[in-house]
């Protein structure tokens, strides 16, 4: 994975257009659905929105596969917050492919809050409850710009595989959301793979 986080570290910098700034280290928390949804919802009900962007690798058996999934869930007026969830898959891709690190996100200001009960943080994993094998080794922002990166890499095991995807990661913020470009990290060449994201406005 050190190979990984070179890359990701390049990522970051093309995102930036310059070299980016030191690294300051998120706090994480492992979170369980559906208490999760207490956070952004007094009823702990919720309503999300889901799109999806596709992982252009070159050599899978079918185009659009492999992809981001962005998950997005408005705040109750009452909360004031929103949470902006994501997720990467390759549980329907068979074929070739490099393996994948992580996530590069130009995602801006974001809330540190209790996702979970008495521990204040950055950035929520859903390990229990949801969709999800791989979870996070760590979350690095520089500036407006995130790093997430995989516990392990994420790789093609043969044909489809409904595990075959990290876990739902995520974040909290105030703005409505709009879409980007986002770039997934990989192992081999080309190392960066361009992929629509939704984050808050900024």
Excluded: W
């Excluded at 492992?30 to 929105?49: H, K, L, Q, R």
């Excluded at 492919?97 to 809050?113: E, K, S, T």
């Amino acid at each position: 994975m050190r190979m990984l986080s070179v890359v990701a570290g390049a990522a970051a910098a093309l995102l930036f257009g310059a070299a980016p700034a030191r690294a300051q280290p998120l706090i994480v928390a492992e979170v369980e659905a559906p208490g999760i949804n207490c956070v952004f919802a007094p009823s702990c009900i919720i309503t999300v929105n889901d799109s999806v962007g596709f992982i252009p690798l070159p050599y899978l058996t079918a185009p659009n596969t492999a992809f981001l999934q962005s998950r997005t869930v408005p705040g109750a007026p009452t909360a004031g917050k929103a949470g902006y969830l994501y997720r990467i898959s390759l549980t329907q891709a068979a074929g070739t492919a490099d393996c994948l690190g992580g996530l590069v996100l130009n995602f801006g200001p974001a809330l540190r809050l209790p996702f979970k009960p008495g521990q204040l943080a950055d950035v929520f994993v859903i390990t229990g409850g949801g969709l999800g094998t791989i979870g996070l080794k760590s979350a690095n922002r520089f500036g407006d710009v995130i790093v997430f990166e995989l516990a392990k890499s994420l790789c093609l095991a043969g044909g489809p595989d409904m595990h075959n995807t990290s876990f739902f990661f995520g974040l909290a913020a105030e703005a409505a959301s709009m879409t980007t470009s986002a770039q997934i990290f990989a192992s081999g060449n080309p190392p960066l793979y361009t992929v629509q994201a939704r984050v808050p406005a900024h």
